[in-house]
């Protein structure tokens, strides 16, 4: 009886210290995935566009869409993004944004933003303004026409950016799978653990009682 017991302590243990490293690795695939993804939000863009909010004015930027889903954002200083709020910096913003496709047709055409905004990911200086929804891959040229001007980004650096939308969502998607299994080996793990504590000190005991019951 008490090697059964001791072989289920012993498996028991093993599979927490097993849980644990995949905890471990888990939650360094996904500090590897955040690095990665830091580092394509600053320099993983399809085209980039110095235009001026704070005035009028017309851009235009032509790029090989190499993702799909293509985006417009603005990317602000990290500080500034921190400090101010997306609704803070774009505030009496009127503006147009057109794509057109590789044979020169409109593919969308709509005003600048598109949705309601926000600065994401929180404190990475990045405001999604445009999701143009479009899924084909070729040269594409945007076209942003600015009526009336963002007053609170004057003197503020700032430039537009064409991202692949799809390719941000799946990569922050996989981040939380990755965070999430890791949360949940490692509870796993300690549940385990702690039950194997317990019932290792009622263990003795129940050996006495029986023991007091023989005699």
């Not at 097993?18 to 993804?37: G, H, N, P, T």
């Not at 990045?126 to 891959?137: A, F, N, P, S």
Request: aromatic share 8%; charged share 20%; with cysteine.
């Amino acid at each position: 009886m008490a090697t059964r017991f001791l072989l289920k302590r012993a498996i028991a243990i093993g599979l927490a210290a097993l849980l644990i490293v995949v905890a471990c690795l888990c939650y360094l695939r996904y500090a590897e995935d955040q690095a990665s993804l830091w580092h394509w939000l600053r320099f993983g863009y399809m085209a980039a566009l110095n235009a001026d909010l704070s005035k009028a004015g017309e851009y235009s930027v032509s790029f090989e869409a190499r993702d799909i889903d293509p985006a417009l954002e603005l990317e602000v200083p990290k500080d500034v993004g921190s400090r101010m709020s997306a609704e803070e910096l774009l505030a009496g913003l009127q503006a147009t944004s057109q794509l057109i496709g590789p044979d020169g047709k409109v593919v969308y055409s709509g005003g600048i933003p598109q949705y309601t905004v926000r600065v994401y990911p929180p404190g990475s200086g990045r405001i999604c303004l445009v999701e143009y929804g479009y899924d084909t891959v070729g040269w594409h040229k945007v076209n942003v026409a600015i009526t009336q001007p963002a007053l609170a980004l004057k003197g503020v650096p700032h430039r537009l950016i064409v991202v692949s939308h799809g390719r941000n969502i799946d990569a922050r998607l996989v981040m939380r799978a990755r965070l999430f299994a890791g949360h949940t080996a490692l509870l796993t793990a300690a549940v385990i653990l702690i039950t194997v504590v317990i019932t290792s000190r009622r263990k003795p005991n129940l050996q006495n009682n029986n023991q007091g019951k023989t005699e």
